[in-house]
């Protein structure tokens, strides 16, 4: 193949569209299993399919691996020729090759939203720049998942009363969001699935990926007027009948998503018991509003119940921004007009999950944090918040409890104004020793960060991101994290800092700061070290003893499992 026949100019930013399930294999319309088009990132592919980032492996019923998908000769593995979704349920349970299309589709498409949204590349935690989907493992739903060491993501089969075949769970796009979600974020917050780490770290872990999961599917325009028409009479007119359509939109188009349970699994649906009871039949989206917060959900420590907490507040965040829409003039004239805001509310409220995941501290993140970092990122790319938006994502919060400073407070650079820069903008932006430079030259920071002088602190990342606002202009900033662990024993803990523990511990900390174009610091997201009330509470919460003076084969089957029982009781 001659150069001058293959797209060069578009190549890095031109994408493909691929075929995948809308939802599951039994969203039908028509009878016909729904099935979308997923833009994903152009790249080259081989066997599998297999691209930079994820590889696909199947093995057949008897054990055989799946043939290549590849099927242009003429453009060798440049060019792809999609695959059909099979119109009937059986055919598609048993299309392997649809299946391995489906899974690259769902999880690129993920990556690359995170990617675009964060705008920057991000890295897997394994070594390799590429993960692997088994897909049709022989392995029960729990056992299903992410395994971060290993570097890739494990999908079971199980018995439905719906097919005759074993259906393979990578056929529900949810699924193979949520476990890509935490792969993401697992590669970028490596520490939040710290065998070490709080409730919230680990309960943020989940929440994320059902969110993530949940409203990749609510984005759809399409996919949300689709659910509209099929369950809303349109001839009555929409005035008056917001709860119908939150009900019909939302809650409708998550039907077919196979989504957790709240004791982690799934959720088998049952036609009749649904039609009876409506509303409770979905436990994992339709606890959301009715249900309220419980009170006392900071003493929840299971991870999917605890991250429902923060899932249910930010959904109640999409709710309110969609009946503002709704509000608007013309808002309600058609089931397109409210379908498109509802997607496009969807759209924006993940595109502000993702935002403010650069914007907390690469340790000890607590849900307060992450609201922080959701609002103090919108507020970078949006100041003129001319909806409300980030008001309304405050408002949802509030009755958990979870809260941030007010919008001018939210780059924590109180007492930070007068810095020193002896540093260069081009090394600030790629090399963790000029980051320390900078931190070893403004003690203000190192004194607000409670660093202990006599213990070394590691710069983990430098990273630039580009974004563009929704204005048009690009944000260009570099972010920078950095961590001290301290070790101490119990006398030590007691002595200096007052701490009520029998245990060694180590006290963690440090922080996230960015940097503008300019290269002048313009937030922080500090974790005091030696901050004994903070320590106290840490050690008050912390999700199991301390790994301290564990085997690092141990440490390792304490980090395995965190994910282990994130996805099922039975792990526990
Ligand atoms: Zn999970």
């Not at 993960?131 to 056992?143: G, N, R, W």
Request: charged residues 25%; glycine residues 8%.
């Amino acid at each position: 193949m001659s150069d001058a026949s293959f797209p060069v100019a578009d190549f890095a930013s031109s994408r493909r569209n691929v075929t995948a399930l809308a939802e599951g294999p039994f969203t039908l319309l028509n009878g016909a299993p729904l099935s979308t088009t997923l833009s994903v990132p152009w790249e080259r592919l081989s066997r599998g399919p297999t691209g930079g980032r994820f590889s696909t492996h199947i093995g057949g019923d008897d054990g055989t691996p799946a043939r290549p998908l590849i099927l242009d000769s003429e453009f060798e593995d440049i060019a792809y020729n999609d695959r059909r979704c099979p119109t009937d349920v059986e055919k598609l349970i048993g299309d392997r090759k649809f299946l391995a299309q489906h899974a690259y589709a769902v999880a690129a498409s993920t990556l690359s939203l995170f990617e675009s949204t964060m705008g920057r590349r991000l890295a897997w935690k394994c070594r390799g720049h590429r993960l692997a989907l088994e897909l049709f493992e022989p392995i029960s739903y729990e056992d299903s998942g992410y395994d971060g060491a290993r570097g890739v993501i494990r999908f079971g089969h199980r018995h439905d009363p719906r097919a005759r075949k074993h259906v393979p769970l990578a056929l529900y796009r949810d699924v193979v969001t949520h476990e890509v979600t935490h792969a993401i974020i697992d590669g970028y917050r490596p520490h939040l699935a710290d065998p070490d780490g709080t409730f919230d770290e680990h309960a943020m872990h989940e929440s994320m990926a059902d969110v993530v999961a949940m409203l990749s599917v609510f984005s759809s325009t399409e996919r949300v007027v689709e659910q509209l028409q099929a369950t809303i009479n349109t001839e009555e007119g929409f005035d008056g009948r917001d709860d119908e359509i939150v009900q019909s939109g939302l809650f409708g188009v998550a039907d077919g998503l196979f989504s957790h349970t709240d004791r982690g699994r799934p959720a088998l649906r049952d036609p009749q018991a649904e039609a009876a009871a409506p509303v409770q039949s979905h436990p994992a989206l339709r606890r959301i509003v009715p249900e309220g917060t419980p009170a006392d959900w900071r003493s929840i420590t299971e991870p999917h119940q605890r991250g429902t907490v923060f899932s249910n507040a930010l959904m109640d965040a999409v709710l309110v921004l969609w009946r503002t829409r709704m509000d608007r003039p013309g808002g309600r004239s058609s089931e397109f007009q409210i379908g498109e805001s509802g997607a496009k509310v969807g759209r924006q409220v993940l595109a502000m999950l993702i935002r403010g995941l650069g914007y907390t501290p690469p340790i000890d993140v607590t849900f307060d944090d992450l609201l922080r970092g959701i609002l103090a990122a919108d507020f970078v790319v949006m100041p003129d918040d001319s909806l409300d938006y980030r008001a309304v994502v405050r408002k949802s919060f509030a009755p958990a409890g979870i809260s941030a400073a007010a919008d001018d407070d939210l780059d924590g650079l109180a007492g930070l104004r007068d810095l020193r820069y002896p540093v260069r903008l081009s090394a600030l932006a790629s090399d963790p020793e000029e980051v320390y430079r900078f931190l070893w030259e403004n003690p203000a920071i190192l004194r607000a960060a409670a660093i202990d002088p006599d213990v070394s602190l590691v710069v983990e990342r430098v990273r630039p991101s580009l974004r563009v606002a929704p204005d048009g202009f690009i944000v260009s900033e570099i972010g920078a994290s950095f961590v001290q662990q301290v070790p101490m024993s119990a006398h030590e803990a007691r002595n200096r800092l007052g701490l009520r523990t029998r245990d060694p511990v180590v006290l963690r900390g440090g922080g996230l700061i960015r940097f503008n174009e300019g290269g002048r610091l313009s937030f922080a997201a500090l974790k005091p070290v030696l901050d004994s009330e903070r320590q106290q509470q840490r050690l008050d919460e912390a999700a199991g003893p301390s790994v301290i003076g564990m085997a690092e084969p141990e440490i390792a089957a304490r980090r395995a499992a965190v994910f282990g029982y994130m996805h099922g009781p039975t792990r526990r």
